[in-house]
């Protein structure tokens, strides 16, 4: 039996806590307090033109996005982000004559294409919301799904837009993100894409638990979350200071030994397949510490946790100075 495994460095390196004492400033409100993220540029509704693109359906096959999220006829889902409404014709299809598709943005001239959107294709359960930076202004407890595509990378206020949603889904509704792989080496500017580890940390602090992730399309993740039974208590913030990403003054880290997982023979009997997502801190050493599995087949994560706390770098220099860094990275496992 041939096997092949391959794992993929994301090139996304954030500086870890211990970095960011270098000043006493308040943090930056473009960066989450939590994973250090920063939020990228909304796109402004004269660029609206780049959502209807031709090449779309196939960089993204939306279609094959919606099919994996199984829409239920006659539900109640909600487009948060909706632009021009690309997305809010095609849940507005799935939903069916019987279903309601709330279809939210913050820029009027958005929600004025997508009424002319929705006019010329004679879509009938569409209702355009106006939301706020920090709510999508949706009704409360009667949300079934609320779909953001390539959307939740933007918001200037992450946490009061998911404690809002949280609201407005049902018990049992379901958050999900469809975002461009922070993994992978793909065109699409770093700001504009995240890893599953950022995402999960982001999401599951205020009261969701990530309840399955689907890797069917080209460039996307699709993460799909549900509410937790009770929502958290205030996220503590990791510094309040903002987090750089590795660039400008910084020297990133280069890898000097690195084994590779061992393909654990009970999954390859079995022939089972997975990927197992890993964040981990590399420190002023360049030794790699912390490692969390934070999604994957348990059968793999012991295997892929192992290998990692072997793993040695470079340090990673800011102005000459060691600095430790957060590290994402996906390893597939792979049978052929």
């Given amino acids: ?9 994301v090139a996304c390196l954030l500086l870890g806590p211990a970095a960011l004492l270098t000043s006493a400033q308040t943090a930056d409100p473009g960066v989450h307090p939590l994973s250090g993220r920063h939020y990228a540029q909304t796109m402004s509704y004269q660029n609206a033109a780049w959502l209807d693109r031709a090449e779309r359906m196939t960089e993204e096959e939306p279609d094959k996005a919606l099919d994996a999220i199984h829409i239920v006829k006659g539900s109640t889902v909600a487009d948060v982000g909706a632009g021009s409404g690309y997305m809010t014709a095609k849940l507005a299809a799935h939903v069916g004559p019987a ?14 294409l997508l009424r002319q959107r929705m006019a010329k294709s004679g879509i009938r359960n569409v209702e355009p919301v106006l939301g706020a930076v920090d709510d999508p202004k949706l009704p409360e407890h009667a949300i079934d799904l609320i779909l953001m595509v390539d959307v939740y990378h933007e918001f200037s206020h992450p946490q009061e837009m998911l ?37 999960k940390l982001e999401v599951e602090a205020e009261g969701y638990a990530l309840d399955r992730i689907d890797e069917s399309l080209p460039r996307q993740h699709i993460l799909i979350f549900r509410k937790a039974e009770a929502p958290p208590p205030a996220a503590p913030r990791i510094s309040d200071v903002a987090p750089a990403s590795v660039g400008g003054d910084i020297v990133p880290p280069r890898r000097l030994v690195g084994p590779s997982p061992i393909y654990p023979a009970a999954a390859q009997k079995k022939r089972l397949q997975g990927t197992v997502y890993v964040e981990a801190m590399i420190g002023k050493d360049g030794n790699v510490k912390d490692v969390t599995i934070t999604f994957g087949n348990p059968v793999f994560a012991q295997a892929v ?10 340090p990673t220099l ?19």
């Avoid at 039996?1 to 460095?9: D, I, N, V």
Wanted: charged share 35%; hydrophobic share 40%.
């Fill in 1 to 9: 039996m041939s096997r092949r495994l391959r794992s993929a460095l």
């Fill in 99 to 112: 279903g309601r598709v709330y279809a939210n943005d913050i820029q009027p001239e958005m929600l004025d």
């Fill in 163 to 199: 404690r809002n949603m949280r609201r407005e889904l049902k018990d049992d509704g379901r958050l999900v993100l469809v975002e461009y792989r922070k993994e992978a080496d793909i065109p699409i500017k770093l700001e504009h894409r995240m890893a599953i580890g950022e995402a």
């Fill in 305 to 314: 946790f192992e290998a990692l706390q072997q793993w040695k770098y470079t």
């Fill in 318 to 336: 800011r102005q000459g100075e060691p600095i430790e860094v957060r590290l994402y990275t996906q390893v597939i496992f792979q049978l052929k």
